[in-house]
């Protein structure tokens, strides 16, 4: 398993990638998962979740929102009290920021997203990086887009703020290489799953045309034509986190079935 005997921390729990990383981390293997989100209601369905699974896996819930770093300690803090030791982080909590154009003079879009995607993902790395220091050993995900690479309507500012987020994880990971801490990121494309499908299905609805129309449309870039899904891309954010990815640093790996090859 990927991740048998880990200690997990996962950022940003929601209906998307964010609960499916839980999930999937309890199937490799975890043996403690400390999730946060800033709704306690969905920090405890996702708990009940990770347990009908039947696994062994421990589950602590920390309501945290990323942007203060005093939440960030306070998560890590109980996840050191409650397991003894921070293996594994993945930062998936995010922020659209809305939809503009750069032209467009407001700038509020572009702080929001920079405020939770950059600063909140370094606000909470730097809140495990004593812990693990003092092991000698850790990992850290940033969940990135493809939107850095590949322009799509409205997405300015969620991808100016993981563009910055990016090269964070290059510095990151060059600072905390002595320590034994590796840093790298997962770029994802659209994914299959609730948060996509409700886009899908409002613009469905609004442009007078059918789901399947619009979901040809998003998947019309991928070779052979097929969204990934949540489930895909959160098994590959955990090999990130694993030891199978040990040799791997500073680097960000494309999950988007191929829309982007360089």
Request: charged share 20%; with cysteine.
């Amino acid at each position: 398993m990927l991740l048998n005997d880990k200690v997990v921390m996962i950022s940003g729990i929601g209906p998307g990638l964010g609960i499916k990383l839980a999930l999937e981390a309890a199937r490799e293997g975890a043996r403690a998962l400390a999730i946060g989100a800033r709704s306690a209601e969905r920090l405890a369905d996702a708990r009940a979740r990770i347990l009908a699974l039947g696994h062994a896996c421990d589950v602590l819930c920390v309501p945290t929102d990323i942007t203060q770093p005093e939440a960030c300690t306070r998560f890590a803090e109980a996840t050191l009290q409650a397991f003894g030791r921070i293996d594994a982080l993945v930062n998936s909590a995010f922020s659209h920021g809305g939809f503009q154009a750069v032209e467009e003079a407001d700038n509020a879009p572009l702080r929001e997203a920079l405020e939770v995607n950059l600063l909140g993902s370094l606000n909470m790395s730097r809140a495990v990086l004593p812990a693990m220091r003092e092991q000698g050993a850790g990992a850290i995900v940033m969940i990135n887009t493809l939107g850095v690479r590949k322009p799509y309507p409205g997405g300015a500012a969620y991808s100016a703020s993981k563009a910055a987020l990016a090269a964070s994880v290059r510095y990151l990971a060059c600072e905390q290489a002595e320590y034994g801490i590796r840093v790298n990121a997962l770029a994802c494309g659209w994914m299959w799953g609730a948060p996509v499908q409700a886009v899908v299905r409002q613009s469905a609805e609004a442009r007078g045309i059918s789901e399947a129309q619009v979901k040809g449309e998003f998947s019309a870039g991928i070779p052979g034509g097929r969204m990934r899904t949540d489930d895909e891309c959160a098994r590959a954010a955990l090999f990130l986190a694993s030891d199978y990815s040990s040799a791997i640093n500073g680097a960000q790996l494309d999950a988007n079935g191929g829309e982007v090859m360089y």
